[in-house]
T-cell receptor, first 113, second 117 residues
Framework: GNSVTQMEGPVTLSEEAFLTINCTYT??????LFWYVQYPGEGLQLLLK?????DKGSNKGFEATYRKETTSFHLEKGSVQVSDSAVYFC????????????FGKGTRLHILP | GAGVSQTPSNKVTEKGKYVELRCDPI?????LYWYRQSLGQGPEFLIY????????DSGLPNDRFFAVRPEGSVSTLKIQRTERGDSAVYLC???????????????FGPGTRLTVL
């Protein structure tokens, strides 16, 4: 079945460090891929998405590229800020369908000033 | 505009009791989803409505869980004979149907934290 595996946290970095959170997926066909973020005390929100191979999603300085050959969608940011501290979820959904999103377990990120 | 709202924000109940959790989707959104997020885990799908009907209820863990959306807007998730293992944050999301779109974003509510003592 479809599934998502992401690196376990917590991940602790200093401000302005480079961030990578690894994510790989298993799916039939060509799913859409997402990164969601959950800030402390807030609801889940979409950070970025990619709907086909080689697409790059980007938002708030974060980027992720849909790599079909390696079934990966790693999240990166060149210089993290304290305000990026949150839990990040990699996720997928079958393309062209209004149905369930399948989430990874989440990676908690702590950024130290 | 208003986002997805869920009530109550917190619910504490005793083992064996019945609970109802409510979701108000974004106005005009035809699709509505329920997910459950256990501590330290990602959200897990429970059920999806398209209009008034359940299009996919494959994520409901057992027959103690039931959800309705009688008028195609507000939805209620009902849990009978609650167990301690039902303790989690229950999330609701809604999305619109856009003709020709390959993706309709799901907008999530803040969740209801259910604690079963």
């Amino acid at each position: 079945g479809n599934s998502v595996t992401q690196m376990e946290g917590p991940v602790t970095l200093s401000e302005e460090a480079f961030l990578t959170i690894n994510c790989t997926y298993t799916a039939t066909g060509y799913p859409s891929l997402f990164w969601y973020v959950q800030y402390p005390g807030e609801g889940l929100q979409l950070l970025l998405k990619a709907t086909k191979a080689d697409d790059k999603g980007s938002n708030k300085g974060f980027e992720a590229t849909y790599r079909k050959e390696t079934t990966s969608f790693h999240l990166e940011k060149g210089s993290v800020q304290v305000s990026d501290s949150a839990v990040y979820f990699c996720a997928l959904k079958r393309a062209n369908r209004d149905d369930k999103i399948i989430f990874g377990k989440g990676t908690r990120l702590h950024i130290l000033p | 505009g208003a986002g997805v709202s869920q009530t109550p924000s917190n619910k504490v109940t005793e083992k064996g009791k019945y609970v109802e959790l409510r979701c108000d989707p974004i106005s005009g959104h035809t699709a509505l989803y329920w997910y459950r997020q256990s501590l330290g885990q990602g959200p897990e799908f429970l059920i999806y409505f398209q209009g008034t009907g359940a299009a996919d209820d494959s994520g409901l863990p057992n027959d103690r869980f039931f959800a309705v959306r009688p008028e195609g807007s507000v939805s209620t998730l009902k849990i009978q004979r609650t167990e301690r293992g039902d303790s989690a944050v229950y999330l609701c999301a809604s999305s619109s149907q856009t003709s020709g779109s390959s993706y309709n974003e799901q907008f999530f509510g803040p969740g209801t934290r259910l604690t079963v003592l």
